[in-house]
Structures are given as structure tokens and as C-alpha cells.
């Protein structure tokens, strides 16, 4: 059958000729695909300051904008923009508080904070376990990412089922 090309933003299969990848590459849905694949990973603040330079679509109040995130209107509502501001300004105000250093300057940190030893961990039925690592709380006063943070109870919010694992 000869090799073929997918498309990750179009889920198409395209034979895997230059010209034809090209052409596809070119054609207005996949460029439309791949600015709102984009679109998701912008940070609030750089999507405020590129919508705030734009004029609202008219057509895409109408419904009948075919451009989607190539237009160059605003498909933000004034309601979306001023949401778009406030978590701006509570993300600046956030993160305002702790400089955050560089990640090999963290990374050495943190290394040099490490607190010797095993963690023991007690629960409600009285087992004890031993962990090999210990929570930094250097760790809370930076902005890291949710895989860095310190896991509380509240954090696991979904029902107990008793039926579980019986059976």
C-alpha cells in the first residue's frame, strides 16, 4: 500500500508524498487545526494582549465565521476578556510574592535543603510506612506544578465505594 502520512491535528491519512503533505499542510482546515491546537497552549496573559489589539468579528457573533482561529477579529466576548484580565492580574499577583529562580538553581537548591532520612507515614488504622524520600517544604513557597506539591486529603475528592473489591 506504500507508506502514508497522518496528520496529527487532522486524524487524515494522506499518502506519504512531498506534494501531497504540502498541499494538505497549506489547506485552510489543517492551518485552522493547528492555530487552536496552539490556541490551548497560549498562557492567559499572551492570548489577552494579542485579543485586546483586535476588533470583534462581527460574523462571529452572527454564527458564520468560517476563518475560526485564523480570523483576524476577536472571537472573545467583552465577558471572556475581562475574565481573561482578572486571571491575568491573579496570576501576576501570585506569582509576585517568591522570585522564581532558575530550574538548575532550584533543582541545586532543593538538593541542598533535602532532609535526611526515611518519612514515616501513620494512618487512621495504625499502619506504619517507610518512605526512601522526605516532603521538602522548601518545596511550598515556589509556584511549582501540581506533580511537585504537597498532596493533602482534600486533594482525593471522589466517592468510596464500600462494594469495592468485594466479590
Known sequence: MGKRY???????SLVAAPSVVRT???GLLHQQL???HYQQCKDPDVI???????????RFANGSC?????????????EELDNLRRAVAVTKANSGSVPQPPPEGLCQE?????????????NADGETSLFPWKYNVAFDKYALPP???RMDDDDFSFPCNP???LG
Open 34 to 36: 493547528v492555530q487552536e
Open 163 to 165: 462494594e469495592w473489591g
Open 66 to 78: 468560517s476563518f475560526g482561529g485564523l480570523c483576524r477579529y476577536s472571537h472573545y466576548s467583552n
Open 110 to 122: 532543593l538538593q541542598r535543603l533535602r532532609p535526611p532520612g526515611l518519612a514515616v507515614s501513620y
Open 48 to 58: 489577552l494582549a494579542e485579543e485586546a489589539l483586535k476588533k470583534p468579528c462581527l
Open 24 to 26: 494538505h499542510q497549506r
Open 6 to 12: 497522518l496528520c496529527d491535528y487532522c486524524h487524515k
Open 147 to 149: 506533580s511537585l506539591k
